[in-house]
């Protein structure tokens, strides 16, 4: 299995548009690929159920066709963060639940591509983060870094934060959203002071361009 667990330095960096790409780059090998988005926010009521624009996104890219409620088991209304949310509905997010779930997928697929909600720590209930969650999934993470003012600090404390898991940080990812005339200084000083491979420089893409073009495989599987 070479499943991942996606996070990023904040909310609203790629972290979607790079597990897209991670889900067809491993499709490039011959591999079927599964996606989960355990926990999202901002969903929109259908005549389905709730349905997050992330989880329908991945499921469109995904080769494993799997029911809705198993690939986003948690989804909620507001975009809001995913505890409160929960609270509000009297819903409790539940880790073991997650990973039923997520074991159910891997049976049907050479691997999986989790994306997170947030950041590493978001608070997923009173007690567990974003992080646990991982950790209960015992999954690899590729660090999805916004390129731009602040992103260093956010990186190096969220790599911080994922070596204290125990966790492998497979790689990171430099994504250029915006432009920014400094981008290459701050890619250079992320690969001086992150020691796990980065994974890919991203450009600022066109709306329907793919990101997979720009990730080296070699560096996943190393
Ligand atoms: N490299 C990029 N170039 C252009 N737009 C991007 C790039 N990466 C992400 N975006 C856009 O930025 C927004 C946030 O990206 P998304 O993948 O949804 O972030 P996240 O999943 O971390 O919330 C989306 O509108 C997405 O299309
Ligand atoms: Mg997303």
Redesign the pocket.
Known sequence: MSSLF?T?T???????????ALIELLQQQGQNVACMKPVASGCEQTTHGLRN??AV?LIAQADVQIGYKTVNPYAFEPAIAPHIAAQQVGISIDLNHIKDLFQQISLQADSVIV?G??GWLVPLNDKQTMADLAIELSLPIVL?V?VRLGCINHALLTVSAIEQSGLVLKGWVA????KNNQAEHIINTLQHVIAAPCIGI??????Q?S?VEFLKIEMLVK
Do not use: C, F, W, Y
């Not at 904040?10 to 897209?20: A, L, N, P, Q, Y």
């Not at 994504?175 to 915006?178: A, P, S, T």
């Open positions: 996606v990023g904040d909310t609203e960096v790629g972290k979607t548009r790079i597990s897209v624009d992330d996104t994306e909600a947030g999805v916004d994504n250029k959203r915006i991203v450009p600022v893409l066109e709306r361009q990101a």
